[in-house]
């Protein structure tokens, strides 16, 4: 319908919308909700910083209880050889040391500490306490193995004088 002198009317207009409160609401909520996803990483990212230093300590800690653990085994077993050479007539007690042991044992060191038993009135036996003290020269280990041992030859006329036998 047509008003008058042929001319049309434009109804349509371009209508820009009017910024209003909610769309500064939904921009400040998406804003808070940005932060609350990067203070969200943020965190977790400090959980797993932590728990990865805490199972890293744990693990530097089980290896080197490991090697405390090997090195002992290895000094009570370099003990009894050299125990066992005693008592077999390969080494004599006049070996004090201390004395280095051969290849591949060269951080290892060994001892031996005597002294003669006596008996309940005080008189001299054929019995000798010997100490096999065993030292590594890196680390800081010593492992102590004594035994009451009956000398050969001392007083019984056995074959070595250095000899022993266990008591």
């Given at each position: 319908?047509?008003?008058?002198?042929?001319?049309?009317?434009?109804?349509?207009?371009t209508v820009k919308p009017r910024p209003s409160a909610t769309t500064g609401v939904v921009k400040q909520s998406a804003n808070r909700r940005r932060g609350a996803v990067l203070l969200e990483v943020v965190l977790a990212l400090v959980l797993f910083v932590a728990a990865a230093a805490?199972?890293?300590?744990?693990?530097?800690?089980?290896?080197?209880?490991?090697e405390r653990q090997r090195l002992n085994t290895h000094a009570v077993d370099l003990a009894i050889?050299?125990?066992?050479?005693?008592?077999?007539?390969?080494?004599?007690?006049?070996?004090?040391?201390?004395?280095?042991?051969?290849?591949?044992?060269?951080?290892?060191?060994?001892e031996l500490q005597s002294e003669s038993v006596e008996s309940?009135?005080?008189?001299a036996t054929s019995l000798t306490k010997v100490e096999v003290v065993?030292?590594?020269?890196?680390?800081?280990?010593?492992y102590r193995l004594s035994q009451i041992v009956?000398?050969?030859?001392?007083g019984s006329g056995k074959e070595e004088p250095s000899a022993a036998e266990p008591f």
């Open positions: 319908m047509s008003l008058g002198f042929g001319r049309s009317q434009n109804t349509s207009r805490v199972f890293t300590s744990a693990i530097n800690a089980s290896v080197d209880s490991v050889t050299v125990l066992s050479e005693l008592q077999m007539g390969i080494r004599s007690t006049e070996t004090n040391g201390p004395e280095a042991f051969p290849e591949p044992f060269e951080n290892w060191s060994w309940d009135t005080g008189e065993i030292r590594h020269k890196e680390r800081p280990v010593v009956r000398l050969r030859g001392a």
